[in-house]
């Protein structure tokens, strides 16, 4: 029996590997980077609640007075309460839109001054 000569090489297989490797990789990353991996936990008599901030909530009113988390007023008071969270820690500024310009500013002058980086500015669609 004579063996046949191939002309071309066979891809598809290869393709086929190429594309389940894609899809692996795909769902991977989507939970690493929403930190969600769903898990069933055990359950103890005993347990605390974890209480994880991990974002910092800034509102400035149209009046000018400054809330953080909705409970601490105060640019001096939100600085010390700020400084207790990582610097990569999201801070999303809620400002009215007829709030003075200069109260903006001297929020984001604080977070640029502490070294925060993930900074977002909410608004409505």
Sequence with gaps: MKLKKYDSINV???????????????????????????????KGKHADNIKVNKEIIIVIKEDGTIYCNNNIQGLDEIQNHILQFPKDTAVHINSDKNSKFQDFVLVLDMLKKDEFTNISIVTKK
């Excluded at 590997?17 to 055990?42: H, N, Q, W």
Aim: glycine share 4%; aromatic share 6%.
């Design 12 to 42: 598809i297989p290869f393709i086929d590997v190429l594309l389940v490797l894609l899809a692996i990789v795909l769902l991977t990353s989507t939970f690493i980077s929403k930190g969600i991996i769903p898990i069933s936990l055990p």
